[in-house]
Each structure stands twice: as C-alpha cells, then as structure tokens.
C-alpha cells in the first residue's frame, strides 16, 4: 500500500492548481518525451501543486495496444515533474488517471505506485449501467493499492451519471482522499457537495473543482447543509481542470484571489463575478462545448503550441481536430483577455525548461 507523507496531505488539504496533463506528440504522432518533460517544469515553476497524468487530456487510448504509451508517459512526467519540485524545494503531488475493468485498474494502480504516484483517480466510464455497489468495489480494490480520488466525469468526454446514493457510498471509503467534481452541471456537483456534508468526513475528504465552465463559482462558494440539526459547511479548495493546462500561472494566481475571498481576507467583487464569466467564456473556446469538446484537446494544445511548450496541437487520433470556427474562438479570447494569460511567463522562462 502506497502512503503519503505529511507535507503531500497538508498540500492537498489546503487546495493547489493541478493541471490535467495533455501529451505532447511530435509531428509524425509519436511521443514527444523531450516537450512532455517541458511542460512538467512549467507547471512546477508556474507553481502548480500537483500534476494528473494519464486522464482525459493525456489521451485514454496511451493505453491502447499497439499504442503502449501509459507506462512512458507516466514516467517521463513523474521523472521531470520530481527533479523541478525537488530543485524548487517543495512538494508535487502526481496523480495518476486510471481507467478500465477492475483487474486491468488495480495493473494501472500497481503501476502508477511503482513510478511514484501518490494517488490514484480512477475513471468509471467502463460501467455505464452498472449497480452502484459494482462501482464501489471496484474503487475499493484501487483503494487497496494507492491512495484514491474520486471522480466525477463529464458525460460528454465519456463520463457516466453517478447517483447522490453513490455518492454516499464513496464517502466511506477508507483510502478516499479527495474528489475531483467535474460534471459540468451543478445539481450533480450539489450530489457531491451534499453527500459529503452528510459524511460528516468533511476534515478526512477534500473537494476539488473539475468544472471548467464555473472555476471561480466552485472555488468561492461556500456549501451549507443542516445535517440533524448540525450546520455543516463544504468548500471546493482547489481544482484538477484541464483548462489549468494552460495559462497555470494565472491559474494559481486566480486560486490564491479565491482562497482570499474564501476566507474573508478580500471582498467579493463584481470584477471577480466579471472575471469569472471571462475564464468561462476563454473555456468555451478552448473546450468547444459547441460541437460536444469534440476539439476540447487540440484546444487546449493549440495554446501551448503558440506558447514554445508543445511542437503542435497534435492527438493520437488524426481525426482530432479543431471544430470549424474553433480557432476562430481561440483567436477571440485570446485577443480578448491577455489578463488570463501568461505568455510573458512562459517567453520569460522557456529556455530554462
């Protein structure tokens, strides 16, 4: 069994950026180790807290045969991401995304413990239809192996609808950490918000926002429920986002503002309710929710690409591309709002990467 250290546990408890990694590929579609690697130093110095490997930026079909990328890709990222945090003098968490049945998901759990992931966040697309108790044991046996996340997946990237009574069942989990709620829907978020309320484990399991199409409302909000009589109280204190795959050090910027809000260190605005419209908007673009994500990857690669930090906006799938008006999109935003990016960061630091 896999074990986190004090400083990990404080790191995730207190809420930090983690990007959901997207996998660099060079021109003729293999891995791109040296562009990969890259990016691991960004987020470590753009100050990210952790990093997740392996989800749905990073591609599930690594693991495809004939494709074979998971083992590489985890690696090389736990590899550079280590030696940066190590160089920086602080901790990184890496989390590794697991998906399939359950014996070909505890291989990925062995796996991911023996590179030196410290979590495990598992995706339950592979039961869609399947009883609420089929998932929990399934995530119970990960659970066995490495510490876990639980995860709440949109269903237009390949999630499945999970029930308030799941929800429930994951609370009592004895290796659950924290959840990464990202159904992009906010009476599903209120499932998990609320489960973990009635819990009562709201000190033991800590809520990071995965909706990239309401950050700064997830991050701000405070959550109250009146559980026999008790008022409760539930916050979201960081977020594990793909829209943090970019820009990350405005990112953590962004988190520290909502951190303040949160704890009463710094007034709600009506700029902050005006900024969080503006990342929403940016997401849209970068996400393409106007053609169900079908461009949601290459988006997000597209920056990183004028940005130096990837060779191209590249996926395995050579179908995969941006939607027609997508980059138009991108141009817009990107115009829009140079306050969400951090180009100068980047072009500061690149060649040290």
Known sequence: MSSLSPEKLKLLRQGCVIPAVPLALDNDRKFDVASQQRLMRYYVDAGAGGVAVGMHFTQFEI??????????????????????????????????????????????AELAVELGYDFAIPSLAVFKGALDEDMLYHMRKIGEVIPLLGFYLLTGVGGIHLSHRFWRGVMELDNLYGIKIAPFNRYFTLDVTRALAESGRVDDITLYTGNDDSIVYDLITPYRYTIGGEERTVRIVGGLLGQ??????????????CHAISEGRQALTPDVLTLSAEI?????????????????????????????????????????????GQLEEINRVLAAYPHLQDDGFVSANLKNW
């Not at 940016?282 to 461009?295: E, I, S, T």
């Open 280 to 324: 929403t908007d940016a997401n849209a673009a970068l996400f393409d929710p106007a053609n169900g994500y079908a461009g949601s990857i290459p988006g997000v690669n597209e920056v990183l690409r004028r940005q130096g930090l990837m060779q191209n906006a590249l996926t395995l799938k050579p179908n995969e591309v941006m939607s027609p």
């Open 244 to 257: 943090w795959g970019c820009w990350t050090q405005k990112a953590v910027e962004l988190l520290e503002t």
């Open 63 to 108: 693991r495809n045969p004939g494709i074979d990328l998971f083992k590489p890709v985890l690696a090389a990222c736990a590899e550079a991401a280590d030696a940066q945090a190590q160089k920086a003098g602080r901790p990184i968490l890496k989390v590794a995304g697991i998906s399939g049945g359950t014996k070909t998901a505890v291989e990925q």
